[in-house]
């Protein structure tokens, strides 16, 4: 059999992306400009929000929202032990207390009643994962925050009006999800209170590096002026954009605050929007490729992650497998020999309390058991849409060798 090379996770760029940066460069404007705002139009009216707001990162989003939420020192933000750093980094970089919580047994997802344990009077948001582009329980999060709703305490307008807890999403993994609340579907962006995208490199959709943040409306505040502050915060707070500076004399501006440097450029945005273009058809082999690999390794007995299942209609993100019994040392073996045969593969994710940034905090594994039962023995296989039918057919060829050979060592698959 040929040795294949198979990367993990390299971005799907094609002839229509590249001439839209060209003709961007051509333009005579390639900063952020009118091109983010056509791709921010196109986000909100695919996520059924009235507005979006575009910014250089996800972990730049996520940080707009607590800054704008007023978020800081004396206050508390829970999240899930089972994530990436820009999860959290965002919580220590505004000042305020993180609390990390385990995720369920068995679950990628926090653990529902000990999320609600942990709520105190201090609690001003909570962010859950979305991980691999399955969509949280939000319903449950919800009747949680409601339940909790009198330990509630505004210190500010933006608070008082929204009257509980904040339910902020990390859904970086999950743009283009979708979730039955209620029997209906409802879209990823539009079901937290506010949403944070990420459209990095390895993303399904991609702007190179990029993120948006998109919000439902809150009674009593306009979503234009929501929007305006987004956009102060993620350019020095300058009161007028470079756009509009270039007006005939309209030159001058003001700073309003001593703010920060998240702006998209119209070049991301370029990329953007025909990556928009395309989503669908993305999205449409992303699935395919997932039900290839469930028909192959469910039989096996690997715990795959469901992407369609109990109302879900996931993005595809990431393919995680675990292989139940299995020694975080035969993990990593098993990774090494997948290298061997040419398939990258990778770990989603090793547990924040596992870090030495998080440790420092105080914060460790013995007291996130689950978190660490689902990641000693996790593998995440490559998915993405420059994979080829006959790619996938060795990917599962080379997984399904190694699990069984797992298997001859007499560990449990």
């Known amino acids: 059999m040929e040795k294949r090379e198979i990367p993990f996770s390299p971005p799907d760029i094609t002839d229509l992306e590249i001439a839209e940066v060209i003709r961007t460069l051509k333009s005579g404007w390639i900063t952020t400009g009118p091109r983010t705002k056509e791709f921010e139009r196109k986000i909100a009216a695919y996520c059924g929000t009235k507005r979006a707001a575009a910014l250089n990162s996800a972990t730049a989003c996520m940080e707009a929202v607590l800054r704008f939420l007023g978020v800081g020192e004396g206050d508390e933000v829970i999240t899930s032990a089972y994530t990436y750093t820009a999860s959290a980094s965002p919580v220590c970089h505004v000042g305020a207390r993180l609390v990390l919580v385990d995720v369920a047994r068995g679950s990628y997802e926090m653990d529902y009643d000990a999320l609600e344990q942990a709520i105190t009077e201090k609690t001003k948001v909570i962010i859950p994962v979305d991980l691999g582009g399955v969509i949280c329980d939000y319903q449950r999060i919800f009747e949680i925050v409601e339940r909790k709703r009198t330990l509630f305490r505004p210190e500010n307008e933006i608070q008082e009006a929204i009257g509980r807890i904040v339910v902020a999403a990390d859904s970086a993994h999950a743009f283009g999800s979708k979730r039955k609340i209620n029997r209906e579907w409802e879209m990823c962006g539009n079901i937290a209170d506010f949403t944070s995208f990420s459209f990095?490199?390895?993303?399904?959709?991609?702007?190179?590096?990029?993120?948006?943040?998109?919000?439902?409306?809150?009674?009593?505040?306009?979503?234009?002026?929501?929007?305006?502050?987004?956009?102060?915060?993620?350019?020095?707070?300058?009161?007028?954009?470079?756009?509009?500076?270039?007006?005939?004399?309209?030159?001058?501006?003001?700073?309003?605050?001593?703010?920060?440097?998240?702006?998209?450029?119209?070049?991301?945005?370029?990329?953007?929007?025909?990556?928009?273009?395309?989503?669908?058809?993305?999205?449409?082999?992303?699935?395919?490729?997932?039900?290839?690999?469930?028909?192959?390794?469910?039989?096996?007995?690997?715990?795959?992650?469901?992407h369609s299942e109990n109302g879900q209609a996931s993005c595809g993100h990431l393919y995680l497998i675990r292989i139940p019994g299995i020694s975080e040392e035969i993990r990593n073996r098993m990774i090494r020999e997948l290298a061997g045969q040419g398939v990258a593969s990778n770990v989603h994710y090793k547990p924040l309390p596992m870090m030495t940034a998080y440790k420092k905090m105080g914060?460790?594994?013995?007291?996130?058991?689950?978190?660490?039962?689902?990641?000693?023995?996790?593998?995440?296989?490559?998915?993405?849409?420059?994979?080829?039918?006959?790619?996938?057919?060795?990917?599962?060829?080379?997984?399904?060798?190694v699990l069984r050979e797992c298997e001859n060592m007499s560990y449990a698959v």
């Open 200 to 306: 990095h490199a390895v993303k399904n959709l991609t702007t190179a590096e990029g993120g948006a943040i998109t919000w439902r409306t809150i009674d009593g505040v306009d979503d234009d002026w929501v929007y305006r502050e987004f956009m102060l915060m993620s350019l020095h707070g300058q009161s007028k954009d470079a756009l509009a500076k270039t007006k005939l004399g309209a030159w001058e501006y003001d700073i309003v605050e001593p703010a920060y440097k998240w702006n998209m450029t119209d070049i991301m945005a370029a990329i953007g929007i025909r990556q928009m273009q395309r989503y669908p058809e993305i999205l449409a082999k992303r699935r395919r490729i997932i039900r290839r690999y469930d028909s192959a390794f469910r039989p096996l007995g690997a715990k795959v992650l469901e």
């Open 363 to 401: 914060f460790d594994i013995k007291d996130y058991p689950n978190a660490f039962r689902q990641y000693e023995n996790e593998i995440t296989l490559p998915l993405h849409t420059c994979l080829e039918n006959e790619d996938v057919e060795y990917v599962v060829r080379m997984v399904t060798k």
